[in-house]
């Protein structure tokens, strides 16, 4: 079968997926705010097999309260009417 592992995401600073921070996602608790402590304007998840996730990974402004989710793998998306601050994996 193929891997989940290893997936990264990228939180971004610049949209289109530029000057970017990787957070290993295999190693972040699920059902919590995590904050990487910047502002990103776009995000990707590096998959190397494709596979997708078996949850689901959100991104949002401050306040950890409103996530629009990352639908697919290895494809940027910026974040549309907002700044990022948070992400979060769930369930």
Request: glycine share 10%; hydrophobic share 30%; charged share 5%.
């Amino acid at each position: 079968s193929l891997a989940v592992y290893p997936a990264t995401i990228f939180l971004c600073k610049e949209s289109g997926c530029g000057s970017c921070t990787g957070y290993d996602l295999s190693i972040q608790p699920h059902q919590t705010c995590l904050v990487p402590g910047f502002n990103f304007m776009s995000v990707t998840i590096n998959q190397p097999s494709n596979q997708g996730l078996p949850f689901g990974v959100y991104t949002g402004p401050i306040g950890c309260s409103t996530f629009a989710q990352v639908p697919q793998v290895n494809t940027c998306y910026n974040a549309n009417n907002y700044i990022g601050w948070d992400f979060k994996l769930t369930p």
